[in-house]
């Protein structure tokens, strides 16, 4: 919380040079002058300034914390993905290996095939 000394309606010589950045005896000689008047335009501008900076530092912390929820929603489905992703190259590779094995098998088939009508040929030329 912001604590604003200008909203009470009197500081302390030691609040005011803190304040102002002054010695005591400064301050002590400006008010008799009357040149603290600027002083004060120029503190009440900074205070406006100050509370425009603070509505934007709260806007931000709750830019941040959107950005959070949304990095962890973003985290979460990024595993799930790659899980998904994980599951379906296991299936791939799984499809791969049993397309192997059938092109292999249907390769021996084939051959069998081939030599069997070789030999069915052969006999019906031997027939002849």
């Known amino acids: 919380m912001i604590y604003n000394l200008m909203d009470r309606p009197v500081v302390t010589l030691t609040e005011a040079t803190m ?11 400006r008010l008799e002058s009357g040149a603290l008047k600027q002083v004060e ?6 205070s406006g300034e100050l509370e425009e900076k603070s509505g ?13 929820k949304e990095s962890l929603q973003n985290g979460k489905l990024l595993v799930a993905l790659q899980s998904k992703y994980n599951e379906l190259s296991e299936t791939y590779d799984l499809l791969a ?6 092109m292999a098998d249907k ?22």
Request: aromatic share 2%; glycine share 4%.
């Open 41 to 46: 335009k120029r503190v009440i501008a900074l």
């Open 56 to 68: 934007k530092i709260v806007d931000l912390k709750e830019q941040i914390t959107a950005l959070r």
């Open 97 to 102: 290996s049993k397309n192997s094995r059938y």
């Open 19 to 29: 304040i102002l950045g002054l010695s005591a005896s400064t301050i002590k000689r």
């Open 107 to 128: 390769a021996k088939e084939t051959k069998k095939l081939l030599e069997q009508l070789e030999v069915r040929t052969g006999k019906l030329k031997v027939l002849k």
